[in-house]
């Protein structure tokens, strides 16, 4: 990635996002946001973010998951939910956002992608509050809104993904994919700092294999740029993943008994515990909302 494509980043758009879910509503939890983002591509983010979503769902949460893949948007296949609308159509403004979320036979609601989110961040500024004020009226209906986001930080969807409260990278023990997590890292820990930064590795042989991969990279993260990485587990190599997406269906649905199911129930576990929102400041909302919109 070109560094100027990083330095590009509405900064100031997506902490004004993460500060409209941070305080949604009076009495009670704010929305927290999770976005799943990785160096390299194919590295199982879309299979772990629709999972995390459902069994963050079953952990009593109302889970949003919001696919930001510009290119490969498949989060609806994955779920086996035909969608019509995505969105593309809220950023033409055809379409309330609420129009377009849909149900999902895992008790998770969809924002299915598109091939126009390549223009988020080429919105005017009119747009920009559009869909700013899109997302904030979402902020009572959920708790947790999941982020799929593309590989690489150069997408248009970048900003998005910044507005997170956790970045979650996914990472496999490939050398190149442990490389570019790395050079991802980087570029985030580079950004406002009020972000926690979380490692999942995937497609791991073993326990003690994630344990290892996890270790190296926190410990050059701390070491060469400061950063303290959160452990959020890992998840197997496991054929149940591939025979899930070949059946159309959520990996905890299809294959609730693997391997890889109980590890992402264990990730779920994490996140659930480690990152357990604030109650919520009561008219916080409204006067960030003046202020920006
Ligand atoms: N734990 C796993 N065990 C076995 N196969 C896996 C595992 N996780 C993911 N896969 C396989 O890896 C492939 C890529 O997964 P996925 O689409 O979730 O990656 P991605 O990071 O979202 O890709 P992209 O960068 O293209 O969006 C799929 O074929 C999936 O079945
Ligand atoms: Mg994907």
Known sequence: MHPAESESIPHDQASKLRQLMRYSSPGRRATRLVSIMSGKGGVGKTNIAVNLAIAMAARQRRVLLLDMDVGLANADVLLGVDVRW???????GERQIRDVIVPTPGGVDLLAGGSAMTGLTDLSEFERHRLLRDVESLCNAYDLMVLDCGAGISR????FGLAADIVVVVATPEPTSLTDAYAMIKILSRQEADRTLAL??????????AEFVF??????AARFLGVPLVNLGYVLQDEAVGLAVRQRRPLLL???RSAAAACVLAVARRLAREHEPPEAEPGFLRRVANLFL
């Open 200 to 209: 999942v590795v995937n497609q791991a042989a073993s326990r003690s294999e």
């Open 254 to 256: 299809g294959q609730p």
């Open 215 to 220: 270790d190296r990279v926190a410990g050059v």
């Open 86 to 92: 995505n969105w593309s159509h809220v950023i033409r």
């Open 156 to 159: 248009g969807v970048v900003s």
